[in-house]
């Protein structure tokens, strides 16, 4: 899937934060945030609200621009390139809001990204359907997802779950070496939740996984490294047994809004 | 609800398909935007039939309707060219009148000074179409919507204050005196009749290049600009390259529809290129169906006929019918005229598979 390129040994991390910032006006959201993660690692973003993960996610993504410190990915600097830029050397993430082609097919949806990757989204000497290779591969994205039935409906008749699932899709489609999770169990039904757990355990593990998830049963079981930010800086950093018991993070989580509470019960120990 | 939900429901329990590009269950109930789905033979019938049609005509018709028939098919062209930009890719337009125009001023001034080869004529007015796109372009694709509207706006009124001025063209009177064509070493074509099948030959090419163009991979990541341009960017597209590549892919379409129409009309002014041709052109683009390609040539037929044919016998009143029609598509059929064949044949599929 992705290309073969020399391997990266594991202490070199793939995704690099240093000092990174990002302001509004007078208003610091990302503060000198350092955090660095190493191939096939799982990591989450966590924080309570206005903490600053959306911002420091989307300085990450290239969708903003930091205003100091330096991205590096695969020992590159990639801070002053733009998203799409980012994306061709691996860096792919998913929306909050299932950013999708609502008038194309959920195939055209993930042919969309397979092709670009496959460096055919230009050519016309032939129609779309006779890239077979392109097609193909497509086709395998949706069956990993679980969609293969559902190819030739439009994008715009899925439900929320499903248009999930084809984010998903078109994600791994793009050929990614860090796949990028804004919030993806936002506003999923528990079974909805549970299949997309199973699904990213089923990944390849040679992919890294960065996740901002607000379901922190989420990202307990998905996660090998968790982050917590708080008023954007880094509060703590680690396992997921030792964020659970990290006393910073409790008081960071209690102290602010009350839906949080569900904090606790996740840190209890079992 | 739709067609789509009622079907998928038998295609989920299909096993998870291989690779094959010849899915089962063909039916294509009447989704628009579908590359990749199961091909139905019915619409190459309806081409095919649609195309002897066109090529039996003179023989029934009489020189002034083959004449205008030859007019329709060259301005179609104009408009597969808007469609390209507008339907299929999402950019409104009023900036290919101008591309147009030079493709009709270029193969004026090669039949004037080179020579009456009309293959040469078209050849030429698709290389100044695209030059003039690619030239003008670059500036246009850095803006988008209603800033990218204006600029092609201004793109056209530049170009046809240039031909309304500049005397080596005609300046305000025109460029005549240009010889009948000449095919592959014939004699000088004088009846209509030979023009349209030349015009009609070509116009067919054009219509099948930019339906392989619409179905392509190229289209698809055309059609993902249109749909969701900011998502293009996040799967790694660099959407202002592939955005210019359309325009200059279009202004080459409209050249070639200039150097039509200069064929029959042998002459071009300043009038061909003007804002009235662009409006006409993004209308007819309306009343057809945006994106189908088939339909803006329906449009292109019915807003052509108004405005010369029928213009005369209401009084002049030709552009307020024009006007009344497209309120009435906006109101009623917002999907076109191929909106329309669309409709009727989603039931049809629904009562294809029983549930």
Same mark, same amino acid.
């Given at each position: 899937m992705t290309s073969a390129t020399t391997p990266i040994s594991a202490t070199t991390p793939i995704l690099e934060l240093r000092r990174l910032t990002r302001s509004y006006g007078s208003l610091t &959201? @990302? !503060?000198?945030v350092d955090l660095s993660v190493v191939p096939g690692e799982r990591h989450a973003l966590i924080g309570p609200n206005g903490a600053g993960k959306s911002t420091l996610f989307a300085t990450v993504a290239g969708t903003l621009r930091a205003s100091a410190g330096r991205v590096v990915f695969s020992g590159q600097d @990639?801070? !002053?390139?733009p998203e799409s830029e980012r994306v061709r050397r691996g860096m792919v993430r998913t929306y909050q809001h299932a950013s999708l082609f609502l008038d194309c097919s959920v195939l055209d949806n993930v042919a969309l990204a397979v092709q670009r990757a496959h460096r055919v989204a230009y050519r016309f000497d032939r129609p779309a359907r006779r890239f077979r290779a392109t097609q193909a591969a497509a086709r395998r994205h949706l069956d990993t997802v679980g969609l293969a039935g559902r190819q030739y409906d439009k994008a715009v008749a899925l439900s929320h779950g499903e248009r999930r699932q084809l984010e998903v899709a078109m994600v791994l489609a793009a050929g990614p070496e860090l796949v990028m999770f804004d919030?993806?169990? &936002?506003?999923?039904?528990a079974a909805e939740t549970e299949r997309f757990v199973a699904l990213v355990q089923r990944l390849p593990q040679t992919l890294t996984i960065l996740i901002v998830e607000h379901d922190l049963d989420v990202v307990f079981r998905l996660a090998d490294r968790v982050t917590v930010l708080h008023l954007g800086r880094v509060l703590a950093s680690g396992t997921p047994p030792r964020i659970r018991a990290d006393e910073a993070v409790r008081r960071a989580y209690l102290g602010s809004a009350k839906t949080e509470d569900l904090f606790i019960d996740a840190g209890e120990p079992q | 609800m739709t067609a789509g939900q009622a079907r998928s429901g038998t295609e989920r329990h299909e096993a998870p398909g291989p690779a094959s590009d010849t899915a089962p269950g063909g039916g294509d109930g009447g989704r628009r935007d579908l590359a990749d789905r199961p091909v139905s033979h019915a619409p190459l019938l309806v081409a095919a039939g649609a195309a002897a049609l066109l090529v039996a005509a003179p023989l029934v018709l009489g020189p002034y309707p083959v004449t205008t028939a030859t007019r329709i098919l060259a301005f179609a062209v104009l408009v597969l060219s808007v469609d390209l930009l507008t339907g299929v890719t999402g950019l409104p337009t009023l900036g290919q009148a101008a591309y147009f125009g030079v493709g009709a001023y270029t193969a004026a001034l090669v039949g004037i000074?080179?020579?009456?080869?009309a293959a040469a004529q078209v050849i030429a007015a698709c290389v100044a179409g695209l030059i003039a796109a690619a030239v003008t372009g670059w500036i246009a694709v850095r803006a988008r919507g209603i800033v990218f509207f204006m600029l092609t706006l201004a793109i056209g009124e530049s170009v046809h204050q240039v031909a309304d001025t500049w005397s080596a063209l005609g300046a305000s009177n025109g460029l005549s005196g240009m010889p009948p064509i000449r095919l592959f070493?014939?004699?000088? /074509? /004088?009846?209509a009749g030979f023009v349209y099948w030349w015009v009609l030959a070509v116009a067919i090419a054009v219509f099948a290049a930019v339906t392989l163009v619409a179905r392509s991979p190229y289209g698809r990541t055309l059609r993902g600009i249109r749909d969701n341009e900011p998502r293009m960017r996040a799967l790694g597209y660099r959407t202002a390259a592939a955005r210019y590549g359309v325009f200059c892919l279009a202004g080459a379409v409209a050249g070639v529809g200039g150097a039509l129409w200069a064929a029959q009309a042998r002459f071009v002014s300043p009038g061909d290129l003007g804002f009235e041709v662009a409006a006409l052109a993004l209308l007819s683009v309306v009343i057809g169906g945006a994106g189908s390609l088939w339909g803006p040539c329906l449009g292109a037929a019915l807003v052509l006929i108004v405005r010369d044919n029928l213009s005369a016998s209401l009084g002049g009143h030709g552009p307020l019918l024009l006007g009344l029609v497209f309120i009435a598509v906006v109101f009623l059929m917002p999907r076109g005229v191929a909106g329309l064949v669309g409709a009727r044949r989603h039931p049809r599929t629904r009562t294809e598979i029983p549930s």
């Open positions: &959201a @990302v !503060d000198q @990639v801070t !002053d390139l919030e993806p169990t &936002a506003g999923m039904s | 000074h080179v020579t009456a080869d070493g014939s004699p000088p /074509l /004088l009846a």
